[in-house]
């Protein structure tokens, strides 16, 4: 995707913006601890560490992530994005969290998330999302 013509310019920012709903899809869905909705915006071939490759391991990593969550709220911002052709895009996010857990009580996070985007049958979805916590 050049920037050299109208169509590219327009198909470059209906990208960017499709990949901008991801992050705000990513924070409704750790505030709702809605497990399938994570699962919709993940490529089926997404790797995650320890718990393994695609779905099943996105549910165990969301289990074990949210188990212990009475509430979060995850504020996106700064969400830079590089498209690289059709179908690969990095990007970087920032993001603060407020969040209460049974064990920790209330918790303020600043976030930096380094991601991996891949289009996948037509859909911008997340292939990689490395979480950095500041």
Not at 19 to 41: F, G, N
Request: a negative charge; aromatic letters at 10%.
């Amino acid at each position: 995707m050049s920037d050299g013509g109208h169509v590219q310019g327009i198909e470059r920012a209906a990208a960017r913006d499709e990949i901008r709903q991801l992050a705000y899809r990513y924070a409704s869905a750790i505030e709702k601890r809605d497990v399938d909705a994570m699962v919709e915006l993940f490529v089926p071939h997404a790797r995650f560490g320890a718990y393994g490759e695609g779905a099943d391991a996105l549910r165990r990593l969301m289990h074990d992530s949210t188990s212990g969550l009475v509430f979060a709220v995850i504020l996106v911002a700064n969400h830079l994005i590089d498209v690289h052709d059709r179908d690969r895009a990095t990007g970087e996010v920032w993001a603060r969290c407020v969040a209460q857990t049974d064990d920790d009580g209330f918790i303020e996070q600043l976030i930096k998330y380094e991601d991996r985007y891949e289009r996948h049958e037509g859909r911008w979805l997340f292939l990689h999302r490395r979480h950095r916590l500041w």
